[in-house]
């Protein structure tokens, strides 16, 4: 089962991003976001949410799939990991 590593692909858009000697801000203003939001994928290990994948491909005139880092995984894996993330989430909601 292929899953998306949204923190492998949000380093690609930072490297992209570098390599076009860009600063925080002007990366925050082509991707619609906050130079906030991009300290924290740069300096806590935040990631870009899958909306966000098609604005740095628009930004960056590349496709999605150039951005976009994708890892096989085991299906059982996968599923343990889904069910305590959906555990989490409903432990932080009550």
Known sequence: MRIY????????VLRMAESR???DSELARGLG???QA???WRNCGGGL???????????????????????ERDQDVVLFF????????IALAL
């Open 21 to 23: 000697n860009m600063s």
């Open 82 to 89: 889904a069910f305590f993330s959906l555990r989490a989430r």
């Open 33 to 35: 976001v906050t130079p």
């Open 5 to 12: 590593n949204y923190l492998e692909t949000t380093k690609n």
């Open 49 to 71: 949410s899958k909306p966000l994948l098609v604005n740095a491909a628009l930004f960056f005139d590349v496709k999605v799939d150039d951005i976009l880092v994708a890892e």
């Open 38 to 40: 991009v300290n924290k």
